[in-house]
């Protein structure tokens, strides 16, 4: 099982970025693909997730109306579309699977694989 993110990187404050998530060595499908993140000092957060199984997608309230999540089943990938970046937008994003969400979808201990993480930095 593999999970490898991309498209990190510095921003100004306004701006936007599409962070990915590839995934391999699991059926695609049956699988909620969450992000989070983790800034220096913080704890790790759920910012969105999007469940295959019925479609529904999940935000925190701190991303709600600026992040869109959306998957490609073709390529096994999922995005995070994030505009109108703010500083504290600023951490290290991660992408999870977890292959049934009983509670919390944007609870990290019900994820069970992890990609490596990128860095997300926005200028102010």
């Known amino acids: 099982v593999q999970l490898v993110e991309s498209g990190g990187g510095l921003v100004q404050a306004g701006g936007s970025l599409r962070l990915s998530c590839a995934t391999s060595?699991?059926?695609?499908?049956?699988?909620?693909i969450g992000w989070f993140r983790q800034a220096p000092g913080k704890e790790r957060e759920g910012v969105s997730c999007i469940s295959f199984a019925d479609g529904r997608t999940y935000y925190s309230d701190s991303v709600q109306g600026r992040f869109t999540i959306s998957g490609d089943n073709a390529k096994n990938t999922v995005y995070l579309q994030m505009n109108s970046l703010k500083p504290e937008d600023t951490a290290v994003y991660y992408c999870?699977?977890?292959?049934?969400?009983?509670?919390?979808?944007?609870?990290?201990?019900?994820?069970?694989?992890w990609g490596q993480g990128t860095q997300v930095t926005v200028s102010s």
């Open positions: 999870a699977a977890s292959l049934l969400l009983l509670n919390d979808p944007l609870d990290s201990r019900q994820y069970d694989y």
């Open positions: 060595g699991f059926i695609f499908d049956d699988y909620a």
